[in-house]
């Protein structure tokens, strides 16, 4: 599976857009993006996953790049209980598992 | 739908024992996978089990052993537990294979080695 890149940290202000960058330039054709997330002492929670093209569900966005080398994912109105680390993970469909990186810690402040 | 639960949730054991943990997935879940988080190393993948085989497995050392039942039930042993053992094991299911399909995580099985 594809190495994926994501800043240690940032900041997001309370009801902003939170966009964390996830770089995954060696991906292949048949790896599909998926995002989770975990609050703290909590086990992760899904968030959602593209192959191609843009995603959206109740939770976020997912935007992924044409050539596919990068995504972007949005929660369009950031609150307090978003504060978390976020990972991207790149995963051939089926009979792979999951490797999680460092991820993304996401702090929403007031 | 009842979420995945796991047994215990916290637990303490000594250096040498064994421990056994144990997972319930969604109902409809047929795949059961296990991670080990720990504040050093992170999560780590430990094995998936799809309709009672073990499909994948991560890199850890054969006193990691899990089994899962005809009901999707999973349990996990560890024997001859090490001070390292000391972690978050944390239970996954899905509809099927991991990668396939979004995974549901429990809470997690603190454990303690002293």
């Known amino acids: 599976d594809a190495k994926t890149t994501q800043p240690p940290s940032m900041d997001c202000a309370e009801g902003r857009a939170a966009n964390l960058p996830c770089n995954h330039s060696?991906?292949?054709?048949?790896?599909?993006v998926y995002w989770y997330r975990q609050i703290h002492s909590q086990g992760p929670q899904y968030i959602i996953h593209?192959?191609?093209n843009n995603e959206t569900n109740e939770m976020a966005s997912l935007i992924i790049t044409e050539d596919r080398k990068s995504s972007t994912l949005i929660l369009p109105h950031a609150t307090l209980r978003d504060t978390a680390v976020y990972y991207c993970?790149?995963?051939?469909?089926?009979?792979?598992?999951?490797?999680f990186g460092g991820g993304t810690r996401l702090m929403v402040k007031p | 739908k009842a979420g995945v639960t796991q047994t215990p949730r916290y637990l303490i054991k000594t250096r040498g024992q064994q421990v056994t943990l144990s997972c319930s997935p969604i109902?409809?879940?047929?795949?059961v996978s296990w991670y080990q988080q720990t504040p050093g190393q992170g999560l780590q993948f430990l094995f998936e089990?799809?309709?009672?085989?073990?499909?994948n497995k991560g890199n850890f050392p054969g006193r990691f052993s899990g089994r899962q039942f005809s009901n999707s039930r999973s349990e996990m042993n560890v024997s001859t537990l090490e001070l390292g053992d000391s972690a978050l094991y944390l239970c996954?299911?899905?509809?099927?294979?991991?990668?396939?399909?979004?995974?549901?995580f429990g809470p997690g099985t603190r454990l303690t080695v002293t």
């Open positions: 996954a299911s899905s509809l099927g294979l991991a990668g396939e399909y979004e995974q549901y």
């Open positions: 060696t991906i292949s054709g048949n790896e599909y």
């Open positions: 593209g192959l191609k």
């Open positions: 993970i790149v995963i051939i469909n089926a009979g792979n598992m999951l490797t």
């Open positions: 109902s409809g879940h047929r795949s």
């Open positions: 089990y799809f309709s009672e085989t073990q499909r």
